[in-house]
């Protein structure tokens, strides 16, 4: 049963069956261990064409054609994915400041900021990291598909960015060193002489180790204040000793990729947004490594140029044709939109710019539904939910109708779909993501009671008639 | 076989180094308690004592990482040392494991060895140096035991070599200052290996070298004449360059000076040039006062400069033939270290200077007098109130129209005067007779609680600098400096001995460090106890 599975894989996904980290389907412990259940965040900014990137109709998506306009790039998987429209995020009027600030810090938190630069509290990924994390892995794993020069979604509990420990670098290169580090070289098996950074990477736990035996030893001199602190430093040693034992629990079939064939992009900030095309497919790469070695459960792919992405491989290298006449794409954005004055012009130059981060989300869910999964028989899809959205819902960066697209779960969710949830919050969607991921039942995710709409901010940015009475109503039903 | 011929070379080796093996000695000169200790909390190096100590420990030869975790919280005695600062979390441990490893990485080229033998002898040196003592038999054999493991795995001599440096880098004996001292008492007596820690990580910001722990191992550093030798020693060495930069850099706020930006379209100068000159000059102003032990009056008004072009122009002075010459200054504009431009230049805002600022640290940082902290809605009651005042209101204006509220008046009553003693001195430090909403500056002021009046800087600074509080203030600073926290009632004694100096920093660092408290460690758990 299994090997047919393995073989309808092989017809539809190709190459990806090749790559020579994943494990044979033979008889090992490991090919029947369970696999865990993960989260893939995709994140773009500026929303999409508010006209054109919803499905005609609910229901079951067309089977043939594109979805939408917009959506046309994920066709080929199409029975994975699950269409949201109508999700509002009222998170966003909880404080009064600017548009990006505000939606930036409530997005992915649904909860009052603290200030325009400190979230009201976690990111989604960070409640779902605790929740999935096993033994040994990272939390999760932030990858940036360009240098940030803006903003970040993405919070620790204390409404801080995320741990620096679990942002990558935007050089695929640079984030695969790091995020497969704990995995053994692949030369240690034989072959090669390893070289010594290989050796230093390879003698993490053992090095560790011999660290814990000499804090062991000053340990006993001291006053009880400095054991203490001693103390709370071997338990963090532990711990990353054990990461580095544990590596990957593929029995020693995941090795660390042969980095000199990953890209090494090194992008300005200034220039940031000009080489998505190479670093985006990279770091997808990179996720969908990290899932199949189970080096971490938790992933997120941020298009994190937000002001003025360029996208020069769509108009032969330059940076400034895919704007118009617009000084900046942000411009375009407010301006080119199907009820502004120049919709002609810059509507296509949006939807091309943004077909392009469809394109990549529709790739990372081929990926993952082409990959077995650590028992051999599931794909990583199957195990994986994947949340793309974004933080507009329209060209006065409104926080209504936010575009969702969710995928994977095999069966557990209820793909192939268009699901309207008008009056429905992104604190909703949160606590059913939980759900769907093992969270206990009634488990909520940030603010949960009635919305007060009179004490609420910048509420024309809402520009829709439907209004959710609460922060949270329940599960959503999908 | 291997192992066996081994560890007789590493004994041999050991041998070799016999003047640091003999360092441990407990400090046995004094037999009973002295009256007069303070609690000294353990440290973790900086990531700037950690970049000296590898510059160090390898004479110039290997580049510290950059991945050394950076510190990370608000410092409440404004010194980089505290142990809050300083912490080891998970990403920390992470980043020190992977700045251990940049480090190891560049042991090959640096090893001149064909031979375990040859091999042995640098990690024995490297580890007394790194530990700051020759390594306990235990700590011997796990890291014979790491190089070992490595060699058995068909690695190269300088590879063993370099992840065993990995290991050395990563331990708390290289990381933190351990002051177990020489008995289990709540009061002990510092092992001399121990003080030359406390030497070198005061006045170099950094670990001893051979020189200061061939002084442990001779017992020189047994007797209060022996540290305070040491310590002139020390002071005379380029490093203390280090000591004297942090020290000032850290009191007066002068922090990331070149990362500061100012408006172009008012201070069309500042630039990085601009930034690398002010900095230097503070430097050099700070390190002569140090090595030369300016009294208080000197170090707060002097009117002489270190002075580059940059400088002369800025201080509107002929370019000195030689850059960095000391030149007099008009002293209206040059009143001691507090008008060295990084000094203004660091307490002022984007577009304007910060009266705010400089009061506070007039009051708090050169008197010592605590202000608490403002309460939470200073900033917007402010911008209410500038909405009130005419619009280019002078920050004069400004001051009192928060002065007579309540709430605010309470400190600001204290603080506003001396900050608006330096309203001649714009966001960069230069000199001006407007201010930039074009009102003419009025420099004069009293300051009610001090019954102290002045006219402009120079009669403020020379009115702070003879008050008692100043003197006092200036030994407080260098005590928190050296124990990384504020100091308290129970350190007053220690404060009492330093008070009998000539009130100039290097008096009342050589004073403390010829103290009991520097040789001996009270602990936590004893407070109370003599």
């Keep these: ?478 | 076989m291997l192992r066996r011929r081994f560890s007789l070379v590493w004994l041999v080796s050991l041998a070799s180094f016999g003047c640091f093996a003999e360092g441990q000695a407990p400090n046995t000169a004094v037999v009973a308690s002295p009256a007069c200790t303070v609690e000294v909390p353990m440290r973790r190096l900086t990531p700037q004592q950690y970049a000296h100590a590898i510059g160090d420990l390898f004479d110039g030869a290997v580049e510290p990482s950059a991945r050394f975790p950076e510190q990370a919280g608000r410092s409440v005695t404004g010194f980089s040392t505290e142990p809050g600062l300083n912490g080891v979390d998970a990403l920390a441990a992470e980043q020190i494991l992977l700045a251990a490893e940049d480090v190891a990485l560049q042991i090959p080229g640096v090893l001149d060895c064909d031979d375990e033998e040859c091999a042995a002898r640098f990690l024995d040196r490297l580890t007394t140096r790194a530990f700051r003592r020759t390594p306990t038999e235990a700590e011997q054999v796990n890291l014979r035991k790491v190089f070992l493991d490595v060699r058995a795995d068909e690695a190269a001599v300088d590879e063993a070599t370099a992840m065993t440096v990995a290991v050395i880098l990563q331990s708390p004996q290289f990381l933190y200052t351990i002051e177990a001292g020489a008995s289990d008492t709540p009061v002990r007596a510092l092992t001399s290996n121990e003080i030359a820690t406390r030497l070198a990580l005061l006045l170099w910001d950094s670990i001893p070298d051979d020189a200061l722990l061939a002084a442990a191992a001779e017992g020189r550093l047994e007797t209060s004449e022996g540290v305070a030798a040491e310590a002139r020693r020390m002071l005379a060495d380029e490093k203390a360059e280090r000591m004297s930069r942090r020290f000032f850099r850290e009191w007066m706020h002068v922090d990331a000076l070149t990362a500061v930006s100012r408006d172009p379209a008012r201070h069309d100068w500042y630039d990085a040039a601009f930034a690398a000159s002010i900095g230097e000059s503070f430097d050099r102003f700070v390190h002569r006062a140090l090595t030369e032990g300016w009294t208080v009056e000197e170090l707060l008004t002097a009117s002489t400069a270190p002075v580059d072009d940059v400088l002369a122009e800025h201080y509107g002075v002929a370019a000195p033939s030689e850059p960095w010459s000391w030149v007099d200054v008009d002293p209206e504009r040059a009143v001691g270290v507090m008008t060295q431009p990084a000094v203004m230049a660091s307490l002022a805002h984007y577009g304007e200077s910060s009266y705010v600022r400089r009061g506070h640290f007039v009051v708090s940082g050169l008197l010592c007098r605590s202000l608490g902290d403002p309460p939470a809605n200073a900033t917007q009651e402010v911008v209410q109130i500038e909405n009130w005042l005419r619009p280019g209101a002078s920050r004069r204006e400004l001051s009192r129209a928060v002065q007579r509220r309540t709430e605010c008046g309470s400190c600001h009553l204290t603080l506003d005067p001396p900050g608006l003693a330096f309203e001649h001195f714009d966001a960069t430090g230069r000199w001006r007779d407007h201010d930039v909403y074009g009102n003419v500056i009025d420099a004069s002021g009293e300051i009610g609680a001090l019954r102290l009046e002045f006219s402009g800087a120079r009669e403020l600074m020379e009115g702070v600098a003879d008050r008692f509080e100043a003197r006092e203030c200036v030994d407080r600073q260098v005590f928190r400096f050296f124990a990384s926290r504020m100091d308290e009632d129970a350190d007053r004694c220690v404060l009492d001995q330093m008070q009998s100096n000539d009130g100039s920093v290097r008096g009342g660092l050589m004073t403390l460090v010829g103290s009991d408290a520097f040789r001996y460690r009270r602990t936590g758990s004893a407070e109370g106890t003599p």
């Design chain 1, 1 to 478: 049963m299994s090997v047919d599975r393995r073989r309808f894989l092989v017809g539809a996904g190709g190459a990806a069956l090749a790559l020579p980290w994943l494990p044979s389907l033979r008889g090992t412990a490991y090919a029947q261990a369970q696999p865990p259940k993960r989260l893939a965040i995709v994140y773009f900014s500026h929303g999409l064409v508010r006209t054109r990137w919803a499905p005609a109709s609910t229901g079951p998506l067309p089977a043939t054609g594109p979805i939408s306009d917009l959506l046309a790039p994920l066709g080929d998987v199409r029975e994975h994915v699950l269409v949201l429209s109508g999700l509002g995020n009222p998170a966003r009027h909880l404080y009064e400041g600017d548009n990006h600030d505000c939606a930036n810090n409530t997005i992915l938190t649904n909860a009052k900021p603290q200030s325009l630069a400190l979230a009201g509290g976690e990111s989604i990924d960070q409640a779902a990291a605790r929740l999935l994390v096993g033994r040994g892995q990272l939390p999760s794993a932030l990858l940036p598909v360009t240098p940030g020069r803006y903003y970040t979604m993405f919070f620790s509990e204390t409404g801080g960015v995320v741990s620096p420990s679990t942002r990558f670098s935007p050089n695929p290169r640079l984030a695969a060193e790091g995020l497969f580090a704990t995995l053994p070289s692949q030369s240690t098996g034989g072959g090669s002489r390893p070289t010594l950074q290989q050796r230093l990477r390879d003698g993490r736990a053992s090095m560790l180790d011999a660290v814990t035996e000499n804090l062991k030893s000053v340990r006993s001199g001291l006053s009880s204040e400095d054991r203490q602190r001693l103390d709370a430093h071997a338990e963090h040693l532990h711990a990353l000793s054990q990461r580095y034992t544990v590596g990957a629990p593929s029995g020693g079939h995941c090795t660390q990729p042969d980095f000199g064939t990953i890209p090494s992009v090194d992008v300005e900030p200034e220039a940031a947004g000009t080489r998505d095309d190479e670093t985006a497919p990279a770091q997808i790469d990179n996720i969908v490594r990290a899932f199949a070695c189970d080096v971490t459960r938790v992933a997120a792919l941020q298009f994190n140029e937000t002001e003025n992405p360029s996208f020069p491989w769509l108009y032969d290298g330059s940076v400034t044709a895919c704007r118009g006449s617009y000084a900046t794409w942000h411009d375009m954005v407010h301006l080119g939109q199907p009820t502004g004055a120049d919709a002609d012009t810059g509507v296509p130059s949006l939807m091309r710019g943004q077909t392009f981060y469809i394109t990549q989300l529709a790739e990372l869910i081929r990926r993952l539904a082409t990959t077995p999964d650590i028992d051999g028989t599931s794909t990583l899809l199957d195990n994986t939910l994947v949340l793309a959205l974004t933080d507009f819902g329209d060209e006065s960066h409104g926080s209504a109708n936010i575009p969702v697209v969710l995928a994977g779960l095999g069966g557990r969710l209820e793909t192939g779909r268009h699901v309207a949830l008008e009056g429905r919050t992104m604190g909703d969607l949160y606590a059913t993501l939980l759900g769907l991921l093992g969270a206990p039942s009634g488990t909520t995710f940030g603010r949960t009671e009635r919305i007060a709409w009179d004490t609420l901010h910048n509420l024309e940015l809402w520009n829709d008639d439907v209004r959710p009475e609460r922060f949270f109503h329940g599960p959503l039903p999908i």
